[in-house]
């Protein structure tokens, strides 16, 4: 009987044009010649897999990027056969990717996890964005997208320029609005990420609105069934990103692709280099990251960890069962520092 033993990510380094706030590796404006020839060499690496032990993928994720520019059947001899029936297989659509054609070609593959970067729910600031489209186009791509798919969920960014400036009432009333307008939507996944801004935009609201809007959105989310299990991420019980669960549960993964990272062993992958680390290190990163999960930390083995997290605790930044420390609603907020503190 096949095993479930790795978790693989694959890159598409392709996009339409630049979004405004993108600091990520992707390039616009690539030949659709250049593109094909980009998927056969994956074809040919995600191929040496087969032959290197990976039995059956326990999830693949295709991001970007934007991996629908790209003609992803070629994939499919390669995939199929390491890929079985409990194996989660995500992609990241752009809202104008969103076709019936597009859907039945991911469906052939195999894939059966949507997650579509919508970032906005206000048509001013997908406008400046340069998104290509309003909020009710892109409601629109997500309702088609649950036709054929019912894992799917959205991205949004919170912070940009002109979205919430203020704290007050009236504004905290439009968040609202609009975060419930999502009921509607069917979703069971929802990321939330805060503007990090490595593109230096002009006008960024104060850090105490960003963290205001994320309490209420963490409210709204709630109220819609999709409980948070990451810092960032919230999702019907049972639909959590299997995927994005194993890198931070520190499992092995496989990356591949111009700006995939990867995790084997004691093996780092970045950007096509490659490199080891120490096995202390390599401890450290794959287990100081489930802080960020519901599932918490397991400070055992480790007295210097248990100080510090204790530490945090007393200032309810932390809750402790054992040696199992979690984060609280406030602790979220500062998990980057606790973290930084632990390394
Ligand atoms: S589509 Fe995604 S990856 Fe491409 S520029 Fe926009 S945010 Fe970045």
Redesign the pocket.
Known sequence: MCGLVGNLYVHFPF??R??SY?A?Y?RAGVTQGERDAYVRRLADEIDKLGQTGFVTLKTVYFG???PALCNLGVLAPVLRPLCGAKTEFTVEL?PLDVTEAKLAELKALGVNRISM?VQSLNDAVLADMGRGYTAAEAARAFALVKRHFDNAGIDLIVGYPGDVESKSEGEVEQVREKFLSLSAWGLKHCSVYSLQNERGLKNVPDDDVVLDQLRHIAVCLKALGLERYEISNYAVPGYECRHNLAVWRGEDYVGIGDGACGRVGLKRTKFGKEELVSPEFDQKERRLFRLRTREGLDASGHPEWERILRKYAQKGLLTQEGVIFRLTERGTEVCDSILAELV
């Open positions: 996009c339409r630049k979004c993108c990520l992707s970007g990027g934007t752009h970067g």
